[in-house]
């Protein structure tokens, strides 16, 4: 199979799914002839035209909202956010409105709307370029949150969401658009939503996790098989709905779980799957449900110090891989 980065992945599979439907069509600030922020859309203009390949005013509101307009009238808009940072103003027409189209019809409407949310740190970006934003969005009932790390999942999530006929929310965290490369099929497939995947094998702890915190905790857990642990890692992938089952079924054969996130702790997607944990695996517990998070301050500092003292890292992980061990 042929290798690619998460950010050509991710460019290739729209070029298809414009190709295969022509209600697909694109929104977003610099999304034409510049290509967008990360180049996402590099070329697009070229093949699609400005009536599909739509540059739109700085106004993430009005992105959203044109796209909802769209959708619920017949198109497959996919809405791009150019920062995870910027969607704030656009809260009302994603969590307000388009969460709740199929069930304030009664099903008489659907809203299949993708926005793609470029979000995360560790690329010096500070404290408006690099947060993290999934909470508020996987909280929402009528919202489906996806959180691709490889670029074959990027490529399988991404066509899936574009094909749902309900609101998806795709994180893209930018740190891995160029650095994680990896084996991407070259013809056509979907990864399904709602299913956790097991990224590494193993049999005295979990790890679960997402986003760029996967890599990180493979680094981790194959440092920590020279130490003689074996760790399992578990991608979520999909934020919500939570894989339940996945998450139940490792951690009650593992016994113990270190949860990696690298949004804040407070009511996080770590302190739901803790929740499932608790619930679900109490009685194959050997050890407490850890967490390994930033600290609970606004994200992300400036300084190069600050933000390696903010963000896991595979030391990290290590080291709580170590500590759990040893309980």
């Known amino acids: 199979m042929p290798e690619q980065t998460v950010i050509e992945a991710v460019r290739d599979t729209m070029r298809a799914e414009m190709r295969r439907d022509e209600t697909v069509i694109l929104l977003g600030e ?18 699609f ?4 390949v739509i540059d739109t005013p700085l106004a993430e509101s009005l992105i959203c909202g044109l796209a909802l307009g769209a959708a619920v009238n017949g198109m497959r808009p996919l809405a791009e956010i150019q920062f995870a940072d910027f969607v704030w103003p656009a809260i009302n027409q994603i969590v307000g409105e388009a969460a709740r189209v199929r069930y304030g019809t009664n099903g008489l409407k659907t809203a299949p709307l993708t926005i793609r949310v470029p979000y995360g740190g560790g690329v010096r970006g500070g404290l408006y370029h690099s947060q993290s934003v999934e909470v508020l969005f996987a909280h929402t009932p009528g919202l489906t949150v996806v959180a691709p790390a490889t670029p074959y999942d990027a490529k399988g999530l991404l066509a899936s969401a574009i094909r749902s006929d309900d609101p ?23 990864v399904p939503i709602g299913r956790a995947e097991i990224k590494r094998p ?4 979990t790890i679960v996790t997402y986003g760029l915190m996967l890599h990180y905790a ?10 003689g642990f074996d760790v399992e890692v ?43 944990i608790g619930e679900r695996c109490f009685f194959d517990l050997d050890a407490p449900i850890t967490r390994l998070t930033p600290p609970e301050i606004p994200p992300m500092p ?23 061990a040893e309980l």
Request: charged share 25%.
């Open 168 to 190: 998806v929310i795709v994180l893209e965290h930018k740190r891995t658009y160029r650095l994680v490369k990896g084996e991407v099929p070259a013809g056509d497939y979907t």
């Open 218 to 227: 493979l680094q981790a857990a194959e440092a920590a098989s020279e130490q």
């Open 234 to 276: 578990l991608d979520l992938r999909t934020l919500r709905p939570l894989d339940s089952d996945a998450i139940a079924e490792s951690v009650s054969r593992t016994g113990k779980v270190l949860i990696v996130q690298e949004d804040t702790p407070a009511v996080s997607i770590s302190s739901e799957v803790a929740a499932i």
């Open 302 to 324: 400036f300084s190069p110090l600050q933000e390696a003292a903010f963000m896991p890292s595979p030391e990290k992980i290590l080291a709580a891989i170590t500590k759990l």
């Open 49 to 52: 035209g400005a009536d599909r």
């Open 202 to 205: 193993g049999s005295d702890m």
């Open 30 to 47: 610099d999304i034409g002839n510049r290509g967008g922020v990360f180049l996402a859309t590099d070329g697009f203009i070229e093949e």
